[in-house]
C-alpha cells in the first residue's frame, strides 16, 4: 500500500479546460514535492512545500500544502497538451527518504 | 554541473543473469539514494547512503541486491540471479543534505527488462 494516495489515478481533459489532483495521506511531513515525469524518464521536480498552509505558484500550476502538512494539490488552470504526462507527490517524512504516491496520469487532448 | 548520472540506461538480460548499474550523482551532495519504480505504481525506496555509509535499507532490497557507494561518490546496485518480477526502473537521486531543507534530484533510470 502507498503511503500517499493520489486522486484520480487518471485524468483526460481537453485543453483549456482546468483540472485538480489531490495527494492525501494520514502521516505528517516536512515538506512535500511534486514531480512530473515523462514516459520512461526519471521524475522532474516542480515544487517543494514545506509549511502547513503553503501556496506555490508556478505560471498556470498552483501548489497547496494542507494545514496539517497530510496532504497536498495540484491546480493546472487552462490545461495545455504539453501539461500530459505523469504527475507524482512525495513526502519526506523523517528527513532521511522520500515516499510517493503512485501518481495522476494526465492526459490533455487538443 | 550535468545532474544525475545513470547507465545503461537500458538493459535486456537473461532470468538467473547477474546485472548492476551505476549511478553518478551531483557532485558534493553526499546523499544517493536508490528507488525502483513499475508501471503504474510511483517510485518505491529500497536504499540511501550518506556518503560511504549505507544507512537504511527497505525491506524490498532482498539478499539478491546489493548496493555500494565505496568512495563516497558513485554507486553501484547489483541485483544477482534475476527475476521476472526484477523488472522495473531503477531510479537513483541524490541530495546535498538530508531532506529536511534539501531536494532530491533525480537521474534519468535505468530500464531492466529481465526475460
Known amino acids: 500500500t502507498q503511503l500517499l494516495e493520489q486522486s484520480p489515478q487518471f485524468l483526460s481533459i481537453q485543453e483549456g479546460e482546468n483540472l485538480t489532483v489531490y495527494c492525501n495521506s494520514s502521516s505528517v511531513f516536512s515538506s512535500l514535492q511534486w514531480y512530473r515525469q515523462e514516459p520512461g524518464e526519471g521524475p522532474v521536480l516542480l515544487v517543494t512545500v514545506v509549511t502547513g498552509g503553503e501556496v506555490k505558484k508556478l505560471k498556470r500550476l498552483t501548489f497547496q500544502f494542507g494545514d496539517a502538512r497530510k496532504d497536498s494539490s495540484l491546480h493546472i488552470t487552462a490545461a495545455q497538451p504539453g501539461d500530459t504526462g505523469l504527475y507524482l507527490c512525495?513526502?519526506?517524512?523523517?528527513?532521511?527518504?522520500?515516499?510517493f504516491g503512485a501518481g495522476t496520469r494526465l492526459t490533455v487532448k487538443p | 554541473d550535468t545532474g544525475v548520472s545513470q547507465n545503461p540506461r537500458h538493459k535486456i538480460t537473461k532470468r538467473g543473469q547477474n546485472v548492476t548499474f551505476r549511478c553518478d550523482p551531483i557532485s558534493e551532495h553526499n546523499r544517493l539514494y536508490w528507488y525502483r519504480q513499475t508501471l503504474g505504481q510511483g517510485p518505491e525506496f529500497l536504499t540511501y547512503?550518506?556518503?560511504?555509509?549505507?544507512?537504511?535499507k527497505s525491506r524490498l532490497l532482498s539478499d539478491r541486491f546489493s548496493a555500494e557507494r565505496p568512495k563516497g561518490s558513485f554507486s553501484t546496485l547489483e541485483i544477482q540471479r534475476t527475476e521476472q518480477g526484477d523488472s522495473a526502473m531503477y531510479l537513483c537521486a541524490s541530495s546535498l543534505g538530508d531532506l529536511s531543507g534539501n531536494t532530491i534530484y533525480f537521474g534519468e533510470g535505468s530500464w531492466l527488462t529481465v526475460v
Open positions: 512525495a513526502g519526506a517524512s523523517n528527513n532521511n527518504d522520500m515516499r
Open positions: 547512503f550518506q556518503n560511504e555509509a549505507q544507512l537504511e
